[in-house]
């Protein structure tokens, strides 16, 4: 089966939970998860409509960013662990940033979207599940603190929260999880009066139509689109 039928079905699918959650398709923003896959089949998916794409490692993706730097519609999301040293090359790169976990890293981060004079959408990573070989907040009082900062600045965009669930728990555990970070989403938007926080980042390949059921406005998803990930060159932690 070729890339442009894989997109077709999880766009239906997509579509179908929409419906199940009361919103429409136009709701959802879908990222193909593209780490460790080829420029050529980023280029496949081009073709079929596709237009956001999420990567794991930094150096991995300015390789494909730079081959397609000529494409207007590609939209760059960082969806696995930013390390601080690799900040530098976030600004002009990527549109979207999923894994803020700290204050250190958004001062970092905003710093250096001054110096290039880029913008950055970014979302608070948050780790429901206290998982220690994930990254992201755990508390309440720490995505506040983050947040503020955030918001102090004038180069991040604070945009909302991701998160990632265990895996393999089942269907109500896991969408107990989603349902918390949209609980937590809507009471920092309002807490901080801030109408731009509108974004939940989750759900994967098994378990999107539960995450798009409890609010979520981006789903991550790699393999149901590229096929099994190269796991040499995957990241072991995130994703």
Same mark, same amino acid.
């Given at each position: 089966?070729?890339?442009?039928? %894989?997109?077709? $079905?999880?766009?239906?699918?997509? @579509?179908?939970? +929409? $419906?199940?959650?009361?919103?429409?398709?136009?709701?959802?923003?879908? $990222?193909?998860?593209?780490?460790? %896959?080829?420029?050529?089949?980023?280029?496949? +998916? #081009?073709?079929?409509? /596709?237009?956001?794409?999420?990567?794991?490692?930094?150096? *991995?993706?300015?390789?494909?960013? *730079?081959?397609?730097? %000529?494409?207007?519609?590609? *939209?760059?999301? #960082?969806?696995?662990?930013?390390?601080?040293?690799?900040?530098?090359?976030?600004?002009?790169?990527?549109?979207? $940033?999923?894994?803020?976990?700290?204050?250190?890293?958004?001062? %970092?981060?905003?710093?250096?979207?001054?110096?290039?004079?880029?913008?950055?959408?970014?979302?608070?990573?948050?780790?429901?599940?206290?998982?220690?070989?994930?990254? !992201?907040?755990?508390?309440?009082?720490?995505?506040? /603190?983050?947040?503020?900062?955030?918001?102090?600045? @004038?180069?991040?965009?604070?945009?909302?929260?991701?998160?990632?669930?265990?895996?393999?728990?089942?269907?109500?555990?896991?969408?107990?999880?989603?349902?918390? #970070?949209?609980?937590?989403?809507? @009471?920092?938007?309002?807490?901080?009066?801030?109408?731009?926080?509108?974004?939940?980042?989750? !759900?994967?390949?098994?378990?999107?139509?539960?995450?798009?059921? *409890?609010?979520?406005?981006?789903?991550?998803?790699?393999?149901?689109?590229?096929?099994?990930?190269?796991?040499?060159?995957?990241?072991?932690?995130?994703?």
């Amino acid at each position: 089966m070729s890339i442009k039928d %894989k997109i077709a $079905i999880v766009q239906q699918q997509l @579509k179908q939970a +929409a $419906i199940l959650s009361g919103r429409t398709q136009e709701d959802i923003r879908l $990222i193909a998860v593209s780490k460790t %896959k080829s420029t050529e089949m980023i280029l496949q +998916a #081009l073709a079929a409509g /596709q237009s956001a794409f999420g990567e794991n490692r930094v150096q *991995e993706a300015l390789g494909k960013i *730079e081959d397609l730097t %000529k494409l207007p519609l590609v *939209e760059w999301h #960082l969806i696995g662990h930013l390390q601080k040293n690799k900040v530098k090359f976030c600004p002009g790169n990527f549109q979207w $940033i999923h894994t803020l976990d700290s204050t250190e890293l958004a001062e %970092k981060l905003e710093a250096r979207s001054a110096f290039a004079q880029k913008k950055i959408n970014v979302l608070l990573q948050v780790n429901l599940s206290r998982e220690i070989t994930k990254s !992201g907040l755990h508390d309440w009082e720490d995505i506040l /603190q983050v947040s503020e900062t955030i918001l102090s600045g @004038k180069w991040l965009k604070l945009r909302g929260l991701m998160t990632i669930p265990p895996p393999n728990i089942g269907e109500t555990p896991t969408r107990k999880i989603y349902e918390k #970070l949209r609980l937590w989403r809507d @009471k920092l938007k309002q807490d901080l009066d801030s109408p731009e926080i509108t974004e939940l980042s989750m !759900g994967m390949t098994a378990d999107f139509h539960w995450a798009i059921q *409890e609010g979520a406005t981006m789903i991550r998803v790699g393999s149901a689109i590229f096929g099994e990930r190269n796991e040499d060159m995957d990241c072991p932690t995130n994703m």
